[in-house]
């Protein structure tokens, strides 16, 4: 490999080395583009989450402390226009579910992961 590269012309180790260059600097930059996408991708998830929570919460609290429980059910069946949303539970101040929210679409493995959820 070394004869043959000291065989070449100036032209083309020149050629050569620009394209090593070139390729070294789009695998940088695409790496470098792909993290910022997925950690911006990631944060607009969590605001997403975080603004959804803060409306059910609001939507929910005087339900919830006049005992209201049908009303919370309600409330969290407004989540099936989520489809990244596959379950959701409201639970009273001693830690009991008092409302949830399934959905319908992969139920079995929904199902297993809740279990595994509450098991802990």
């Not at 607009?44 to 919830?64: P, V, W």
């Not at 005992?67 to 539970?89: D, T």
């Amino acid at each position: 490999m070394i004869q043959l590269f000291h065989k070449l012309s100036i032209r083309s180790k020149l050629t050569f080395a620009i394209f090593i260059t070139c390729t070294i600097l789009l695998l940088i930059v695409s790496s470098t583009l792909l993290i910022v996408e997925f950690y911006a991708h990631r944060t607009f998830l969590s605001h997403e989450i975080k603004t959804l929570a803060s409306s059910i919460a609001s939507n929910s609290s005087r339900a919830i402390v006049l005992g209201r429980y049908p009303e919370v059910e309600e409330v969290l069946a407004s989540l099936r226009q989520q489809k990244n949303i596959h379950a959701a539970y409201m639970f009273d101040s001693e830690g009991k579910p008092i409302a949830e929210y399934l959905n319908q679409q992969n139920f079995e493995l929904l199902l297993t992961s809740i279990e595994a959820d509450f098991k802990s």
